[in-house]
Structure formats: C-alpha cells, structure tokens
C-alpha cells in the first residue's frame, strides 16, 4: 500500500538530541511570573493615582510571588504614576489577572491562583464603584 521511509529523519540528530528543552511546568512557571509581573507594574502604576495600603500589600504579595517562581530573582518595579483616571489601568489588571489565574489553575498553583482571583475581584470592585456614584446622582 505504501512505500516505508527508508531513510532516517533529520529531526533525529544528535544535535537536535542536545538542544535544551524546559518541561510544561517550567514554561507554566515561564508564563506565570511574566503574567504576575505584568500586573504588579499596572498595580506600581496605579498606587500613585490611587494610594492606599490595599495596593501597598497587594503590590507586595505580587512582588513575592513573582520572586518565588523566579527561584527568588525579585522582579523589577515600576515607579506609582500620576494617571488621570485609573479605569484603563483596573481594567488592564483585571484582564492580566484573569490571565495568571487560568495559568495558576492550569499549573495547580493554588497561592497562585487565590492572590490572582482576589486581584480580579479588587479590580471588579474598583471598577464598578465610579458607576454606583453616578447612577445615585
């Protein structure tokens, strides 16, 4: 019916043997520390407009996180900006944490996941609270 290969693949070769490979839970770790860095600089960034020892903590148990998946490489920080309306910058975090959670359930990183989703909901409710003044006016 068919002709067997009779040569050998090229994808087989001793240097192709050699080449580095990273295992799914390194390239989760990969993702996840990129994923919680990504929304601790939206966090750095909204602590000037928005200043309050919530950020404060939250900034700093992302800070640990980071560092923990990195193998204690503490991540870089961004300096709190001076944003006029932070509503882009909660929902730029709230989509970034919604992304490290997926990664944190997919890597059953439950600290992880529990700091992501809580991150979600700060950001929910920052959110959501311009709207519950507006509409009382």
Do not use: C, N, W
């Not at 067997?4 to 050699?18: E, F, G, L, Y």
């Amino acid at each position: 019916m068919y002709e067997p290969i009779r040569t050998k693949s090229v994808h087989s070769t001793p240097a192709a043997s050699d080449f580095p490979h990273r295992s799914r839970d390194e390239e989760l770790d990969i993702q996840l520390a990129g994923h919680l860095a990504a929304l601790l600089a939206v966090t750095d960034e909204l602590r000037g407009p928005a200043a309050g020892p919530e950020l404060d903590t939250a900034a700093e148990r992302l800070s640990a996180e980071v560092a923990r998946l990195r193998g204690g490489r503490a991540p870089v920080r961004a300096v709190p900006g001076a944003a006029a309306d932070p509503a882009p910058l909660h929902r730029r975090a709230h989509t970034l944490a919604s992304r490290a959670l997926v990664v944190a359930a997919s890597r059953a990183d439950t600290a992880a996941a529990i700091l992501a989703a809580e991150r979600m909901d700060a950001h929910t409710a920052a959110l959501a609270a311009p709207r519950e003044l507006s509409a009382a006016r």
